[in-house]
């Protein structure tokens, strides 16, 4: 005996693949689908040393920073408090309003982005067949746009 091992969407393609199974011969007490549930909690935007999701909230800050006290200090020598404290000034407000940007475009357009989009559960199928079976399972849960498949020998 062999256990084959996909992952699916849950979707129609999902009941199509397992009507197909039936049809190859394979009881339906031999056919065990799983579904899996979706995470719950959104990302956190702040990362830490040990996880990191690749989003960050600094690149955009840290631009327009560089940018603003370019021309803070360019300013500054006819200011009075001078080049350097307005230098200053100026980068400390440009990491905040980048920071701010990236803030908003993580919060609010990219979770409009996922909401519409939505989240697919997807559902683990697992098949006990023999082993001359095994071939023609296997393309039927391809031929299905099975996401992965293994084979496991029992």
């Known amino acids: 005996m062999m256990q ?3 992952t699916f969407e849950h979707s ?38 040990h996880n990191s999701d690749g989003v960050t909230l600094f690149s955009t800050g ?23 404290y307005w230098g200053l000034i100026t980068a400390g407000s ?3 309003i980048g920071f701010f940007i990236d803030l908003f475009i993580n919060k609010v357009i990219k979770k409009r982005k996922r909401l ?15 082993e001359d079976q095994a071939d023609n399972v296997e393309n039927i849960l391809w031929k299905y746009l099975a996401i992965g498949l293994a084979r496991v020998q029992n």
């Open 62 to 84: 840290a631009a327009l920073a560089t940018a603003f006290a370019v021309v803070g200090a360019s300013i500054g020598f006819s200011l009075k408090w001078g080049p350097i």
């Open 12 to 49: 129609l393609k999902l009941e199509l693949a397992i009507s197909a199974l039936e049809l190859a011969g394979i009881q339906k007490q031999h056919i065990f689908a799983v579904p899996l549930t979706n995470r719950k909690v959104d990302r956190k935007l702040l990362d830490n040393l």
């Open 94 to 96: 440009g990491f905040l």
């Open 4 to 6: 084959i091992m996909s």
């Open 116 to 130: 519409l989009r939505g989240k697919n559960p997807q559902v683990i199928l697992i098949v006990e067949c023999r």
